[in-house]
């Protein structure tokens, strides 16, 4: 399937989440103005844990904005739980390890050497990021997940019609929490 963009429809995937919730994206986006569907890797991934928790600790913000989050992680529930304990975040997490979500949504992985930033603003934001990482001690998990995986983010409304999509073309290229609020706060005005 090619890549969405903003003004189309937004797939009708099923899926199913951590907390065993079946649905699909169209049942999904009914219940606020807006949905994000935040596209990471594995909860091996000390950066997804990373965003995770950020996020946790600001979705009052996006509650206050009528926007849901969906993370979508290529983890099973037992996979998380091994990692985390028993995951409790105020949002939901999509369990895709059979990768539906990145295949229907075109998110492709990139070789190792391309997943990287090359201009000083892309470094200096991964240095950052690398340092407040290292701060929380995260643990590492390998081989459960695409390891080359790119983020993606989508934001799709009320009608299922995508308001913003979003591809990174290198590890870092996704917006950060105070940013996606920005961006739900730019789409209200609209």
């Given at each position: 399937?090619?890549?969405v963009?903003?003004?189309?429809?937004?797939?009708?995937l099923?899926?199913?989440?951590?907390?065993?919730?079946?649905?699909?994206?169209g049942?999904?986006v009914?219940?606020?103005?807006?949905?994000?569907?935040?596209?990471?890797r594995?909860?091996g991934?000390?950066f997804?844990?990373?965003?995770?928790?950020?996020?946790?600790?600001q979705?009052a913000?996006?509650a206050?904005?009528?926007?849901?989050?969906?993370?979508v992680?290529?983890?099973?529930?037992?996979?998380?739980?091994?990692l985390?304990?028993?995951?409790?975040?105020?949002?939901?997490?999509?369990c895709?390890t059979?990768h539906?979500?990145y295949?229907?949504?075109d998110?492709?992985?990139?070789?190792?050497?391309?997943?990287?930033?090359?201009?000083?603003?892309?470094?200096?934001?991964l240095?950052?990021k690398?340092?407040?990482?290292a701060?929380?001690?995260?643990?590492?998990?390998?081989?459960?997940?695409?390891a080359?995986?790119l983020?993606?983010?989508?934001i799709?409304d009320?009608?299922?019609?995508?308001?913003?999509?979003h591809?990174?073309?290198?590890?870092i290229?996704?917006?950060?929490?105070?940013e996606?609020?920005?961006?739900l706060?730019?789409?209200?005005?609209?």
């Amino acid at each position: 399937m090619p890549r969405v963009t903003a003004g189309e429809l937004f797939p009708d995937l099923s899926f199913e989440t951590y907390a065993g919730e079946s649905c699909t994206a169209g049942q999904a986006v009914k219940r606020r103005k807006h949905t994000i569907f935040w596209v990471m890797r594995f909860i091996g991934c000390r950066f997804c844990q990373y965003d995770i928790d950020l996020l946790a600790g600001q979705y009052a913000r996006f509650a206050n904005k009528d926007a849901q989050v969906y993370v979508v992680l290529q983890s099973s529930r037992a996979s998380i739980t091994g990692l985390k304990g028993e995951l409790q975040v105020p949002f939901d997490v999509v369990c895709d390890t059979e990768h539906a979500f990145y295949k229907a949504l075109d998110i492709r992985a990139a070789a190792k050497e391309d997943r990287m930033p090359s201009t000083p603003e892309g470094l200096a934001r991964l240095k950052a990021k690398q340092e407040a990482v290292a701060a929380r001690n995260y643990q590492r998990k390998a081989g459960e997940g695409e390891a080359q995986q790119l983020p993606a983010l989508f934001i799709v409304d009320a009608e299922g019609r995508v308001e913003y999509a979003h591809y990174a073309v290198h590890s870092i290229d996704i917006p950060g929490v105070d940013e996606l609020l920005e961006l739900l706060d730019s789409l209200g005005t609209r």
